[in-house]
């Protein structure tokens, strides 16, 4: 088994990795990445990304491959192993990968994400990224003056509704049950919103469409009805799942699995530990953001390291 030690090690290669990764290596901390099960994070399955600065249009994986490439110009070194077990109660901190690697740190960044939670059809899967998205925010403005349905019944999925009336020409929420779980006020808006038509007691039981979205069946769940509606996007907006198992009963989480940090920064409960991007963010979720934690990241752990 290969020993490896490294004054940073980061964890997670999305925007928040790799970001955390070139300035780490700015700060001269020699810095180790580890690319995990997804390399290059959510936006390799994501296609137009037309939000982040300095781009007017990128493709996702392109945008990851270029974060990946200025991390490797800078020296970063990065290894495609993910890891199994962190000892975080002893210094130098221990991660084991599951590559025959054992890395040992004086400071890690943890940036693994989080994890859209999905309906789960095969026809949902197929057209990811062709109509199909878990963010409103990042998407919306290709639906502009389009139908568009969101799959939900929380804070997140009205949220994503009303956002959507901003953009689409109709906006339908699609719920299992008869009533909403969001707050009162939110549900408030979105009743009186006249672009927003709510299907109660429904699901959806296919995604339909050839190369892109053309509608969705769904199904009553009083009387097993199916019914076809026409639309152009679908929006799911049942949550998120913080890719953080790897921490539980060792840093201090949400309730959720969010790993919790000091208010304005990325320190942790563990003195030399850091998180940014969406392991730690459970409001924004965008590639913007969680670079910019990444970079705090870094700021973070040269400061520690320099104490």
């Known amino acids: 088994m290969e020993h490896l030690h490294t004054k940073t090690l980061v964890i997670g290669s999305g925007p928040a990795g790799y970001t955390a990764a070139i300035y780490a290596a700015r700060a001269m901390l020699e810095p180790i990445l580890i690319e995990g099960l997804q390399p290059g994070g959510q936006l390799t399955i994501t296609t137009e990304v037309e939000n982040f600065p300095g781009f007017t249009s990128i493709q996702g994986p392109e945008l990851m491959d270029r974060m990946k490439s200025h991390s490797e110009s800078l020296g970063v070194v990065s290894y495609q192993d993910t890891i199994t077990e962190l000892q975080l109660d002893q210094k130098p901190f221990k991660a084991v990968g599951e590559g025959n690697k054992v890395y040992y740190a004086d400071s890690i960044i943890l940036a693994m994400g989080a994890q859209a939670k999905w309906i789960g059809l095969p026809s949902e899967q197929r057209l990811r990224g062709f109509g199909v998205s878990a963010c409103a925010t990042c998407d919306a403005f290709f639906f502009r003056g389009k139908k568009v349905v969101v ?52 699901v959806i039981e296919e995604i339909t469409g050839d190369k892109k979205v053309s509608g969705i069946r769904l199904r009553n769940t009083n009387n097993n009805n199916i019914g076809d509606v026409e639309c152009d996007g679908v929006f799911v907006a049942i949550g998120h799942t913080p890719s953080s198992q790897i921490v539980h009963n060792k840093l201090d989480l949400d309730e959720s699995g969010y790993v919790i940090v000091k208010p304005g920064t990325t320190i942790t409960s563990v003195p030399g530990v850091f998180a940014a991007g969406d392991i730690s963010d459970p409001v924004y979720r965008q590639a913007i953001t969680s670079a910019g934690m990444g970079c705090m990241a870094a700021l973070d752990a040269e400061r520690f390291l320099s104490m």
Do not use: Y
Request: charged residues 25%; glycine residues 8%; contains cysteine.
């Open 151 to 202: 799959v939900g019944g929380g804070n997140t999925a009205v949220e994503e509704a009303l956002f959507l009336t901003g953009f689409a020409s109709e906006v339908s929420l699609i719920h299992r049950r008869d009533s909403l779980r969001a707050d009162k006020i939110l549900q408030d808006k979105l009743f009186n919103n006249e672009k927003v038509n709510v299907r109660w007691n429904c």
